[in-house]
């Protein structure tokens, strides 16, 4: 057995051996957490450190589950059958029991065992018996000390543990060094002050107009004081998304020169109630900090939703109360103090009304679509870094583009600049311009997808059809261009008409040869091929809806007169999306759906009497189309001799 002397040495070499491993952990964190001199070179880095610290702790944790083995074998091992015997024979003296070994010491040396001696057992229920009938002293341990249960038990699990998390951490979180769960009061913000002015955005200059006057405001407030007037406290825009909403907004904040404070609403909103509400009071205390300043606040529908119905498991409190919290600090900071709330949304029919009230969003500022006139401006300012071509004509491509926002524009100058370096050319050309615009709005070529003889030919018949009645009816566009590559996900071809000016509305005499523009293609192939095939579809589907609007929301029919009938609602603001519900009897829906079929029926008439005169300029044209599948205006009057 060991006496009380070596056990008090063996106490003090690991009291010592610890003092050893702490002061190591110690001098590593220090050396760590130690700021770096001003001026010099640096004698480590922080990943230095980091790295000399966790490798100080792995040290440190090994060294101490050497330590803590807690009972340990000692002498030679011998079988479990032989100890049993020893004991039989009364030769064992003494014997410590633990859990996994039987340390035990003979009355009197053995040549072959020596004096001490350890066993693996076979628990039985007679062992104590039998150490008790043969008088062997013996001591009962866990086998594991204090040390050993709390290291292992504890400490390594828990390190493991918290290595592993530190490791993923950065991985999760893109390296940002913000939490899994992002969990906390602060929000990041990112504070700038822009040097984008008004110069830097094209077009939107009734949008502009507006937003020069809150530069005022942030520049000499004491002009609107001194007339007893206040600052108001939020600009809203609102317009479809690409239309350049945050880039007036920067621009605000450039022309004054003031901090920028840009986020987005869906930061604010988390897992946790109470986080998103905690994340607007710090941003309203950051920005009174820096005042004057701009708060711009981008898609503020993800927490300023109309508050309606009750809540399902508490899943709307957290944005509720972010919403409640950001209505409590845009009427309690002063008006005085210079802080403006910006924010934008291409939603703003589904924001709370709260939020829209007086005294909050004061202003509501739309962003509309470029025109014409502000698009050739906005191709101006995304091609001026551009190398071009002499040939560009930029009024042409905002023609081709109507109902093209800013994105789209800037997209459309980023194609073609790809389209010329594909080709190899050193300048951007007007080729490239318009390969950019059918990529866009009619997607890639498919290269792959190669028609037959016959798919060619009802192809070429049928936009040669829309072509024909598109330059013969009273108030049709001029084509621009017919194509019958494939595009996209299923356009096989498609005609493109140019707008000569741009139009906000449309008349019935319109309406109605837009009808037969449409109808045109399936009338070419039922002339020249003698049936109709599935290519007319999304023809037809634009006929009937035209059809059905003039009917029952346009006042456009004689039976029914000027009256609506059914009830609309629109979706999405801006998006042309709506829902539709019935509000007249069957007597008047059968009427309805007369006048339809009367209005698509007419239009095909229509289209069919001008292909019959114009059948050899049709049979030209889809000839011309199967030989070189791309028919530019030029091209196709030359065909025809004129319109």
Known sequence: MIDKQKLTEIYKTVIDLLCMAWAWLKSAWQSFSKPQPEGGEKTDTPEGNKSKFWLYAILGILLLSLLAGGEKPQGREIPYSQFLNLVNADKVGEAVVTQHFINGSLKEEDKKIGKHFFTIPLWDEALTKNLQDHKVEYVVRSGDNWLSNILFNWIIPIAIFAGIWMWLLPRMTGGAGRSFLNIGNKIRIQQETSKITFDDVAGAESAKQELKETIEFLKSPEKLQKLGGRMPKG???????????????????????????????????????????????????????????????????????????????????????????????????????????????????????????????????????????????????????????????????????????GADLSNIANEAAIMAARGGRDTVNMADFEAAIDRVMAGPEKKNRVLGPEEKRRVAFHEAGHALVAENVPTGEPVHKISIIPRGVSALGFTLQLPVEEKY??????????????????????????????????????????????????????????????????????????????????????????????????????????????????????????????????EMLALLGGK
Request: with cysteine; aromatic share 4%.
């Open 235 to 405: 600009v809203l825009l609102v317009g479809s998304p690409g239309t350049g909403k945050t880039l007036l907004a920067r621009a605000v904040s450039g022309e004054a020169g003031v901090p920028f404070f840009n986020i987005s609403a869906s930061e604010f909103i988390e897992m946790f109630v109470g986080i998103g509400a905690a994340r607007v009071r710090d941003l309203f205390e950051q920005a009174r900090q820096k005042a004057p300043c701009i708060i711009f606040i981008d898609e503020l529908d993800a927490i300023g939703r109309s508050r309606g119905g009750p809540a399902i498991m508490g899943g709307n409190d957290e944005r509720e109360q972010t919403l409640n919290q950001l209505l409590t600090e845009m009427d309690g900071f002063d008006p005085t103090s210079g802080v403006v709330v910006m924010a934008a949304t291409n939603r703003p029919e589904i924001l709370d009304k709260a939020l829209l009230r007086a005294g909050r969003f004061d202003r509501q500022i739309v962003v509309d679509k470029p025109d014409l006139v502000d698009r050739i401006a906005i191709l101006k300012l995304h091609s001026k870094a551009m190398q071009l071509d002499r040939d560009i004509d930029l009024s042409t491509v905002a023609k081709r583009t109507p109902g093209f926002v």
């Open 505 to 634: 509305l449309s008349t019935e005499p319109e309406l109605k040869d837009q009808l037969a523009i449409l109808l045109g293609g399936r009338v070419a192939e039922q002339l020249a091929l003698h049936s109709v095939s599935t290519g007319a579809q999304n023809d037809l589907e634009k006929a009937s809806e035209i059809a059905r609007n003039m009917v029952c929301y346009l006042g456009m029919s004689t039976k029914l007169g000027p009256l609506i009938y059914g009830q609309r609602q629109q979706l999405q603001f801006l998006s042309g999306d709506f829902s539709e519900q019935r509000n007249y009897s069957e007597e008047t829906a059968r009427i309805v759906d007369a006048e339809i079929k009367e209005l698509v029926e007419d239009a095909q008439q229509r289209a069919h009497k001008i292909l019959t005169s114009k059948r050899k300029q049709l049979d030209k044209l889809a000839d011309l189309l199967q030989e070189k599948e791309v028919i530019q205006r030029e």
